[in-house]
């Protein structure tokens, strides 16, 4: 976390329209109030927004010693978020306090991951107990519902000892373009008391009794080698190999959304005539998505040996089919494409978020992967879910180099190695 106070007032507009508002402090009034928390990442953003306003515009950082040494403040549970405090301190250059200041570098920040066992660090004598988490759970839809289940091991952890536990979730804002779909999601979570935007000042985070920093958990080498739900374990401080198999499965309850009459029409209309695959080939990340050749040759070959409905909620080119259906235009929202996900009776997808929500209902799926190494860490514990791996193989036809990459020989060639029916035996289909 980084402390910091303000030069002059400023209202910073988020993704869901609403108003981050920044005080610079009243002389006389309570310092605490004018003294706010974010996470490194924020911070940044919230450095250049200042940056773009003007020159009177700045941050001044709070030595953290300060406020960890007030005796209202919060208690850190599980692996500790230190150093960030330093690294902030190396960029200025105010020579005198720099030389008490040991040279720190990005990946010395994060190494800090030892393990904390929460019940060593909870021993509050009060019934009802409150956790902020600083940073949510998840930079994405997938770790987001993962996170979601470490929370709810946490909670039942925690209800051995208290009767209510109040857990807060505060997101970065500031330059988090996926803000308001996050809290959407996080807040139809009945275990979750409220998302609430960061910055936080000291005096509101002083309300709360321990605080969870799971801002940097992406850049831990226990977040790169441990399944998501156990990565956010160890990171509240909760032993992931002593809990029981049956609570690390992701849920969701779905039953508020209500879809538009033309999607739930269309979709009984398909489901009457076929099963309905769902086929998902790109992802935000393009070194997991499909080319787009290959996407077009990949469905038109399942089109060809199988003989359900295939659906897609992303514009595929080059392919018509009457047993191929485009489900783009219904696909707006989140819970849009949930609801789809949740109607189909199969699903084939890249490594993204699709294959988190087709295990909330068990729906057989089958996910390309690019490489062996992401495996056993993504579906450790989706029991409906079967890796496709890609299989790299390089051809050195050629010594040259070019700007142009279409111009190069030497090409991979994992892509031309996919097997239409290989999947569909693999969705029992085949």
């Given at each position: 976390?980084?402390?910091?106070?303000?030069?002059?007032?400023?209202?910073?507009?988020?993704?869901?329209?609403?108003?981050?508002?920044?005080?610079?402090?009243?002389?006389?009034n309570d310092e605490n109030e004018y003294i706010y928390i974010t996470t490194f990442h924020d911070f940044e953003a919230v450095k250049k927004i200042f940056e773009k306003v003007g020159t009177t515009y700045k941050t001044y950082i709070v030595d953290e010693k300060k406020v960890f040494s007030q005796k209202d403040f919060p208690i850190e549970v599980g692996?500790?978020?230190?150093?960030?405090?330093?690294?902030?301190?190396?960029?200025?250059?105010?020579?005198?306090?720099?030389?008490?200041?040991?040279?720190?570098?990005?990946?010395?920040?994060?190494?800090?991951?030892?393990?904390?066992?929460?019940?060593?660090?909870?021993?509050?004598?009060?019934?009802?107990?409150?956790?902020?988490?600083?940073?949510?759970?998840?930079?994405?839809?997938?770790?987001?519902?993962?996170?979601?289940?470490?929370?709810?091991?946490?909670?039942?952890?925690?209800?051995?000892?208290?009767?209510?536990?109040?857990?807060?979730?505060?997101?970065?804002?500031?330059?988090?373009?996926?803000?308001?779909?996050?809290?959407?999601?996080?807040?139809?979570?009945?275990?979750?008391?409220?998302?609430?935007?960061?910055?936080?000042?000291?005096?509101?985070?002083?309300?709360?009794?321990?605080?969870?920093?799971?801002?940097?958990?992406?850049?831990?080498?226990?977040?790169?080698?441990?399944?998501?739900?156990?990565?956010?374990?160890?990171?509240?401080?909760?032993?992931?190999?002593?809990?029981q198999l049956h609570t690390k499965f992701n849920q969701f309850d779905l039953s508020f959304y209500k879809p538009s009459s033309e999607l739930q029409d269309d979709i009984v209309k398909l489901k009457s005539k076929s099963e309905l695959i769902l086929?998902?080939?790109?992802?935000?990340?393009?070194?997991?998505?499909?080319?787009?050749?290959?996407?077009?040759?990949?469905?038109?070959?399942?089109?060809?040996?199988?003989?359900?409905?295939?659906?897609?909620?992303?514009?595929?080119?080059?392919?018509?089919?009457?047993?191929?259906?485009?489900?783009?235009?219904?696909?707006?929202?989140?819970?849009?494409?949930?609801?789809?996900?949740?109607?189909?009776?199969?699903?084939?997808?890249?490594?993204?978020?699709?294959?988190?929500?087709?295990?909330?209902?068990?729906?057989?799926?089958?996910?390309?992967?690019?490489?062996?190494?992401?495996?056993?860490?993504?579906?450790?514990?989706?029991?409906?879910?079967?890796?496709?791996?890609?299989?790299?193989?390089?051809?050195?036809?050629?010594?040259?180099?070019?700007?142009?990459?279409?111009?190069?020989?030497?090409?991979?060639?994992?892509?031309?190695?996919?097997?239409?029916?290989?999947?569909?035996?693999?969705?029992?289909?085949?």
């Amino acid at each position: 976390m980084i402390f910091f106070k303000v030069s002059q007032n400023i209202n910073i507009k988020i993704a869901d329209n609403s108003l981050v508002v920044l005080n610079k402090e009243i002389r006389g009034n309570d310092e605490n109030e004018y003294i706010y928390i974010t996470t490194f990442h924020d911070f940044e953003a919230v450095k250049k927004i200042f940056e773009k306003v003007g020159t009177t515009y700045k941050t001044y950082i709070v030595d953290e010693k300060k406020v960890f040494s007030q005796k209202d403040f919060p208690i850190e549970v599980g692996v500790s978020n230190k150093n960030e405090f330093l690294l902030q301190k190396q960029k200025l250059r105010f020579t005198t306090f720099l030389d008490e200041i040991p040279e720190l570098s990005t990946k010395e920040l994060f190494r800090n991951e030892e393990f904390q066992d929460i019940n060593d660090i909870v021993k509050s004598h009060k019934k009802d107990i409150s956790i902020a988490i600083i940073g949510g759970v998840g930079r994405g839809i997938g770790e987001i519902l993962c996170g979601l289940t470490a929370i709810r091991v946490l909670i039942k952890t925690l209800q051995k000892r208290y009767k209510n536990i109040k857990i807060d979730l505060l997101l970065e804002s500031a330059d988090n373009q996926y803000y308001k779909r996050d809290k959407e999601l996080l807040e139809k979570e009945p275990l979750i008391n409220k998302v609430l935007p960061l910055c936080i000042n000291v005096r509101k985070m002083s309300e709360y009794d321990y605080y969870i920093d799971t801002s940097t958990i992406n850049e831990s080498t226990f977040y790169r080698e441990l399944n998501f739900i156990d990565a956010y374990l160890y990171k509240f401080g909760i032993d992931y190999k002593s809990i029981q198999l049956h609570t690390k499965f992701n849920q969701f309850d779905l039953s508020f959304y209500k879809p538009s009459s033309e999607l739930q029409d269309d979709i009984v209309k398909l489901k009457s005539k076929s099963e309905l695959i769902l086929f998902h080939p790109y992802s935000p990340d393009i070194q997991r998505s499909l080319p787009k050749d290959v996407t077009a040759t990949l469905l038109k070959e399942l089109l060809t040996y199988s003989d359900e409905t295939i659906v897609s909620t992303l514009k595929i080119e080059k392919v018509e089919n009457d047993k191929y259906i485009d489900l783009s235009k219904y696909s707006k929202t989140l819970f849009d494409f949930m609801y789809i996900v949740s109607q189909c009776d199969y699903i084939i997808t890249v490594d993204t978020s699709t294959y988190h929500i087709s295990d909330l209902f068990l729906i057989p799926t089958v996910v390309i992967f690019p490489d062996n190494d992401l495996v056993e860490k993504r579906v450790k514990y989706y029991k409906m879910t079967k890796p496709y791996v890609l299989k790299e193989r390089k051809k050195n036809l050629s010594l040259l180099k070019f700007e142009n990459d279409t111009l190069t020989v030497s090409k991979y060639t994992k892509y031309k190695d996919i097997k239409a029916k290989k999947i569909l035996k693999l969705l029992s289909l085949k």
